[in-house]
């Protein structure tokens, strides 16, 4: 069974630009989650999608936007880039909120967005 | 609110001997709890995870956790570590209780060195 996938696995942007990441789930899975992965700050939730609709949001700008797509698939979009929005991107799936197994998330191997 | 603290930013052990990271949670009711080890330039992958059934969990690759309530405690352990055990762990609770949510918590991480 294929995990997670994301692409690009790397991206390199300058100020000002958007990015665009991207993300499969799990097979069957509906909820998708994204998570900012930056240096000395830790892990932090970004976005939670479920069944097309966007669930639940961190304490990020509206910068930080997504969305998800009729196959569960889903996009992550950064406007505006800033310095410090260099990080590692991850991307989670689980099954969706009507399961038992709900809040067990399985993770993509990231998009790593570094901005100059 | 939900919380996690790792006690240890660094553990070093021999090759062969026990191995043991240490986490405490903070909760207003029963938690899900998570062990997630993430390898260099990886993504998470799932260690363990609890959810109120047995308080001791059994993970992959010989590692196991046990839940303390009494302690509000989740440490991780192994009987014996290996090489390939090298990487940076993290303690996770989930904040989804009744599906509300869904996002996930992390600790800081410890990062675990394997000396041969």
């Known amino acids: 069974e294929a995990g997670v996938t994301q692409s690009p696995t790397h991206l390199i942007k300058t100020r000002g630009q958007q990015a665009t990441l991207r993300c499969s789930p799990i097979?069957?899975?509906?909820?998708v989650y994204w998570y900012q992965q930056a240096l000395g700050l830790g892990l932090q939730f970004l976005l939670w999608y479920d069944e097309g609709e966007e669930r639940n949001r961190g304490n990020f700008p509206p910068r930080f936007s997504g969305r998800q797509f009729p196959n569960y698939s889903s996009e992550l979009n950064v406007n505006a880039l800033e310095l410090e929005d260099s990080a590692l991107y991850l991307c989670a799936s689980s099954p969706g909120t009507r399961t038992i197994d709900q809040e067990t998330q399985y993770f993509g191997p990231g998009t790593r967005l570094l901005v100059l | 609110a939900q919380s996690v603290t790792q006690l240890d930013s660094h553990v070093s052990v021999s090759e062969g001997t026990p191995v043991l990271l240490r986490c405490n949670y903070s909760?207003?009711?029963?938690?899900?709890l998570f062990w997630y080890v993430q390898h260099p330039n990886k993504g998470l992958q799932l260690l363990l995870k609890y959810t109120s059934a047995a308080t001791l969990v059994k993970g992959i690759n010989g590692f196991e956790a046990e839940f303390k309530k009494s302690e509000t405690s989740f440490h991780l352990t192994k009987p014996s570590a290996h090489m390939s055990d090298a990487a940076e762990y993290f303690c996770v609770v989930s904040d989804g209780y009744g599906g509300a949510t869904n996002k996930l918590i992390f600790g800081t991480g410890t990062l675990l060195a394997v000396q041969p």
């Open positions: 909760s207003s009711y029963s938690p899900s």
């Open positions: 097979s069957g899975h509906t909820s």
